[in-house]
């Protein structure tokens, strides 16, 4: 069956360094790779999204690559900040254009 | 614009009762999503529209669950009858259309908890 593999443990890391979160999934071909930031209490907010053709795509102090031969994103948020801290989810979405969600992973980011 | 609008924001009902949640997308919007999400299946999909017809329910878990969407600006989520498995936040989103590259835009949420 199709899965979706974000690391459950939180990833606690110091202001300033760079944070490197994983999503990795099996039995999936997607076209589209999609990264939202949650914070507590509220709904999901769009980051980046990447397609299958793309390697690399960068967004101010956020990068996603994307190795469809390991099956794997890599999110990166350099010169990380307190205001970071939140969970981050990946989404799969292929030709039926339904966004699959990773369980996510919580970010925090100490002063 | 306001966004994705989710009411109400918090839900208590007892096992049995019929239960209602409501969404209005952001304008201009022709898809719109209804998700689940708990601590132990994360966010899943339930159902989705486009154009106010609904395309895929595959994630509806049970009859108990309906989703209606009589307009481009409201849907309904209804369970009747509500058990306290089905306590999780409730999220509806909307996009511009059902482009695999369309960003989907989340509402608040709504907090339901079944007694």
């Known amino acids: 069956s199709q899965k979706i593999e974000q690391n459950s443990e939180a990833l606690n890391i110091q202001e300033g360094k760079t944070a490197t979160l994983t999503c990795n999934y099996t039995n999936y071909s997607p076209a589209y790779l999609q990264w939202y930031r949650q914070d507590p209490g509220r709904g999901p907010v769009f980051l980046l999204l990447i397609r299958e053709n793309e390697k690399e795509k960068r967004k101010e102090r956020l990068k996603v690559t994307f190795d469809t031969t390991l099956k794997q994103s890599l999110f990166h948020i350099t010169a990380s900040q307190p205001a970071d801290s939140a969970t981050y989810l990946c989404?799969?979405?292929?030709?039926?254009?339904?966004?699959?969600f990773g369980s996510g992973t919580r970010l925090l980011v100490r002063p | 614009d306001a966004g994705v609008i989710q009411s109400p924001r918090h839900e208590v009902t007892e096992m049995g009762q019929e239960v209602t949640l409501r969404c209005k997308p952001i304008?201009?919007?022709?898809?719109l999503f209804w998700y689940r999400q708990t601590m132990m299946r994360g966010l899943e999909l339930l159902i989705y529209?486009?154009?106010?017809?609904?395309?895929?329910d595959s994630g509806m878990p049970e009859d108990r669950f309906s989703a209606k969407m009589p307009n481009a600006s409201f849907s309904t989520l209804k369970i009747q009858p509500s058990e306290p498995r089905d306590s999780a936040v409730y999220f509806c989103?909307?996009?511009?259309?059902?482009?695999?590259?369309?960003?989907?835009?989340f509402g608040p949420g709504t907090r339901l908890t079944v007694l």
């Open positions: 989404a799969l979405s292929d030709s039926s254009y339904k966004l699959i």
């Open positions: 304008s201009g919007h022709n898809s």
């Open positions: 529209f486009n154009n106010n017809v609904p395309i895929d």
């Open positions: 989103a909307s996009s511009i259309s059902l482009q695999g590259t369309d960003t989907q835009y």
